[in-house]
């Protein structure tokens, strides 16, 4: 799984906030601040379908892309690649671990209590 780029993310970000399938013309529009061409918002799309990060339907001219996946499950198979990466799994889950707030230990613990039960 590769990470993002910082405009893969800022489109990426448009389409996971949006929850429906868009257009480029509506993934640049949402951007607008950054003034982007309508090719290379095209471009962007067009290669995140080929990474297999968006999906894309036809619809009349024009596609419509949507994420493949949630941000959460884009995230966690990032954090899996990270862990694939390490000689040590447990060594990098405990320095994780320690790096992570309260809250986060929290929600970790209740997640982990959620898998417990099933």
């Known amino acids: 799984m590769n990470r993002l780029g ?12 949006r929850g429906e399938p868009l257009t480029v013309r509506e993934v640049g529009r949402a951007l ?11 471009t962007v799309l067009d290669r995140l379908a080929k990474k297999g ?13 949507q994420p493949a996946a949630s941000r959460e499950s884009y ?17 990098a889950l405990a320095a994780f671990v320690r790096s992570m707030s309260g809250p986060e230990a929290e929600a970790l ?8 039960d099933t």
Do not use: F, K, P
């Open 32 to 42: 607008a601040d950054r003034d982007l061409a309508h090719t290379t918002v095209m």
């Open 53 to 65: 990060i968006v999906e894309r339907t036809r619809e009349g001219r024009a596609w419509r892309y």
């Open 109 to 116: 613990r209740r997640a982990l209590g959620e898998t417990d």
């Open 6 to 17: 910082d405009l893969e993310r800022a489109v990426m970000d448009v389409l996971w906030e």
């Open 75 to 91: 995230v966690s198979e990032l954090m899996m690649d990270a862990l694939g990466q390490t000689g040590n799994r447990d060594a």
